[in-house]
């Protein structure tokens, strides 16, 4: 569930890479790559420089890909390596996917996510997000079952001056293989509270009890404070899964463990939060990320993956050093 740092979700790992807006191609390079028609509709088509790919057709495991570098496109082109032949991806359509991406100019792999036991991810097919684009434009037309490989130009991926902090210097395209999952209905309206029985949490977890108003009491069991990041699921939900970046609706309580106070409660306050995943501490996104609507986290955060790095809260309920423990109820997305 909690993602290697190298494979963070496209949607988180392109915003907060600064993406620009996908621009028109030079004449230059669109007189030599001969790719100014390689969209239709809106959706990526072949060309002869992802042609040149040789791309792994195991679906089971993340896609290897070979390739004489650097390549050069002027837009994003698209070539399916397996057909799935299962629902086709519309505009708006939320696609469960798994998938690696590469350093177009020198092969090596960026990251990958959805294999070995990890969570796939689930990107939105909106156009009118002003980066991952060319990710957009690969998915759109795609197939349920398919597995599409696609060489995105800069402009349509990162931007035009790369991402240096994944070896992408300025102008470098990038080379995105998707498994096409599922595409995941609309979202449903929030859960009022979960169903279901709260499961035991493991050995090292708070007990978490409910008092008569529906609000959480939590007992920090005695002993040293953890220093591990930790998540126990105590309610599995049958919704959808949250995604990174996604809008989500919760209800949250949050202990610091080395005190025993509550710093934060949406049940305290009587309404449930609203926020996007990747607006919040990385301890707390990693824990409901891959988690479905419905579900209850148990999430233990050591302080690097906390307020740590921020040298604790401003109102001084979080020091720098601290643990803290938070309940979760996942209520829906938007």
Wanted: aromatic content about 8%; overall charge negative; proline content about 7%.
């Amino acid at each position: 569930m909690k993602k290697a740092p190298l494979a963070l979700g496209l949607v988180a790992l392109f915003a907060l890479s600064g993406c620009q807006a996908a621009s028109e191609p030079t004449e230059e390079v669109a007189a030599s790559t001969g790719s100014e028609e390689s969209l239709v509709d809106g959706c990526a088509q072949s060309g002869a420089t992802v042609e040149t790919l040789t791309i792994s057709v195991d679906v089971s495991a993340s896609p290897s890909v070979e390739f004489e570098g650097p390549l050069e496109v002027a837009r994003t082109e698209k070539t399916t390596v397996v057909s799935g032949g299962g629902e086709t991806v519309e505009e708006l359509d939320r696609v469960q996917v798994a998938y690696a991406y590469f350093n177009g100019a020198t092969g090596a792999e960026i990251g990958h996510i959805g294999y070995d036991g990890e969570s796939p991810d689930v990107i939105p097919a909106d156009t009118s997000f002003p980066f991952l684009t060319g990710v957009v434009y690969t998915l759109l037309c795609s197939q349920v079952g398919d597995r599409v490989a696609a060489v995105i130009p800069a402009e349509e991926a990162f931007g035009a001056e790369g991402a240096p902090e994944y070896g992408l210097e300025a102008g470098s395209p990038v080379v995105f293989v998707a498994d096409i999952l599922g595409i995941q209905p609309p979202p449903e309206p929030a859960l009022e509270q979960l169903e279901g029985e709260q499961a035991e949490a493991p050995a090292g977890f708070p007990s978490v009890e409910w008092d008569d108003s529906g609000q959480p009491i939590v007992a920090i069991p005695e002993g040293e404070v953890p220093t591990d990041y930790a998540v126990a699921t105590v309610i599995n939900g049958e919704g959808a899964m949250v995604y990174d970046g996604a809008n989500i609706i919760v209800h949250y309580h949050g202990v610091n463990w080395n005190t025993g106070e509550v710093f934060d409660s949406s049940w305290q306050r009587g309404e449930p939060a609203s926020f996007p995943t990747s607006g919040v501490i990385p301890g707390f996104r990693d824990g409901l990320v891959g988690q479905t609507v419905g579900s209850r986290v148990f999430i233990t955060i050591p302080p690097a993956l906390g307020y740590g790095p921020s040298g604790g809260t401003g109102d001084g309920r979080i020091g720098a050093e601290d643990t803290i423990f938070f309940v979760v109820d996942i209520l829906g997305l938007q």
